[in-house]
């Protein structure tokens, strides 16, 4: 669990995290290196889950060893799968990662919402969505595990 006061900004008190898939963890359908051990760590404080359409149809095989619950998206709208998801989760608990356009909402609806800058790039909806950018995965997997580094960016 997190629990952290940011001055002037607000108390953070989460114990879930949700995971984009494709452009966050993993990039041309491979984990990006470093993620399996970043997210078992975390996995040890927080509840992790990671969301995907699978387009590529491998994510279970590619999450077999990690520490997360596989969220398959369905329908066609991924966005409000994901926006729903997080609010059904308790959004004051939940810290939101991802890059693309439809992590946008899942990133503003989120206590905390961090926008990746991954391999794949980042979508301006969700840089526009997140409170706090990250310049790779391994990046917020630190931030995570080192929450001075979070108050002293977003306090006032």
């Known amino acids: 669990m997190l629990d952290i006061n940011i001055p002037g900004c607000k108390n953070l008190k989460v114990e879930k995290i949700v995971f984009d898939l494709n452009g966050t963890l993993a990039c041309d359908g491979e984990l990006i290196a470093g993620v399996k051990e970043g997210i078992n760590r975390l ?21 077999k060893d990690l520490n997360v619950e596989l969220v398959i998206i369905e329908g066609n709208d991924g966005s409000k799968f994901k926006a729903d998801f997080v ?61 001075e580094r979070i108050r002293a960016t977003l306090r006032k």
């Open 87 to 147: 609010e059904k989760l308790g959004r004051k608990r939940v810290i939101a990662v991802g890059n693309g356009n439809n992590d946008a909402q899942m990133l503003k609806n989120a206590e905390l919402g961090i926008a990746v800058i991954g391999p794949e790039g980042t979508a301006r909806g969700a840089l526009m969505g997140a409170e706090l950018i990250s310049r790779e995965i391994n990046d917020v997997f630190d931030l995570i595990s080192n929450p």
């Open 43 to 63: 996995a040890e404080e927080f509840e992790l889950y990671v969301l995907t359409a699978d387009t590529l149809g491998n994510a279970e095989n590619l999450l």
